[in-house]
C-alpha cells in the first residue's frame, strides 16, 4: 500500500512539473514563432509550419518508440561501452516519462504552435494578394491551410507509430546517443537514474 501511495505522490509530483515545463515551453515557442513569422513572406511562414509540424512529428515517434523498446539489447551495448546505450537503458526505463515529454509537452505544443503559425501565414497570404480580413478568399485560403496542416500531422504521426513501434531499438539507440552527445558538450544530464 505504502509503495503505491509513493507512486501517486511521485506521478502527481511529475503532472505538475509537467505542466508548468509545457506552460513555458509553449508560451516560449510561441513567441519565437510569431516574431519569426510576423517578419517572413508567407512561403516562408508556410516552410516553417511545416518544420513544426514535423517535429511534432518526430517527437511523437519518439515517445512510441520508448514504450515499444526493449530494454535488453542495450545492455549488450552498454557493456560495451557504446555511445548512447547508457542514456538509451535510462529512456526506455522511464518509457512513460519520456512518452509523456516527447508526444504530450513536445507534440502538442507543435501542434497548438502549427495551428497558430498557420493562421499567420493565411492572413499573410491574403494580405499579399490584396484580400482584407473575413473575406471569402482569405476565409478559403483559412480552411485549405488548416486542412492540410491537419492532414500532414495525422498522415505523419501515423507513419510515425509504424516506424517508432517497428524500428524502436534503433531510434531509441539514436535518440541515446544524440542525448549522450548533448550531455558531454555541455557537461549537463539529461537523462538520470532517477
Not at 510569431?34 to 512529428?57: A, D, E, H, Q, R
Request: net charge positive; hydrophobic share 55%.
Amino acid at each position: 500500500m505504502a509503495k503505491s501511495e509513493s507512486q501517486i505522490k511521485n506521478t502527481i509530483k511529475f503532472s505538475i512539473s509537467i505542466a508548468v515545463i509545457t506552460f513555458v515551453l509553449a508560451a516560449i515557442f510561441s513567441v519565437i514563432s510569431s516574431s519569426i513569422l510576423s517578419g517572413v513572406i508567407w512561403l516562408v511562414g508556410l516552410f516553417i509550419v511545416l518544420i513544426i509540424v514535423l517535429i511534432g512529428i518526430v517527437f511523437d515517434m519518439l515517445g512510441i518508440a520508448a514504450t515499444a523498446a526493449d530494454e535488453v539489447p542495450f545492455h549488450a551495448m552498454a557493456a560495451e561501452k557504446i555511445l548512447g546505450a547508457k542514456q538509451a537503458i535510462q529512456i526506455v526505463r522511464n518509457a512513460d516519462k519520456f512518452a509523456s515529454f516527447c508526444n504530450d509537452v513536445i507534440g502538442d505544443i507543435s501542434g497548438v504552435i502549427s495551428g497558430t503559425a498557420s493562421a499567420i501565414v493565411v492572413l499573410q497570404l491574403a494580405n499579399g494578394f490584396g484580400y482584407g480580413e473575413g473575406s471569402s478568399i482569405q476565409i478559403i485560403i483559412s480552411v485549405i491551410m488548416t486542412s492540410l496542416v491537419a492532414a500532414l500531422t495525422v498522415g505523419g504521426k501515423a507513419l510515425g507509430k509504424y516506424f517508432g513501434i517497428h524500428s524502436s531499438t534503433k531510434i531509441i539507440f539514436f535518440a541515446g546517443k544524440v542525448i549522450a552527445i548533448i550531455e558531454d558538450r555541455f557537461k549537463m544530464k539529461i537523462v538520470s537514474k532517477k
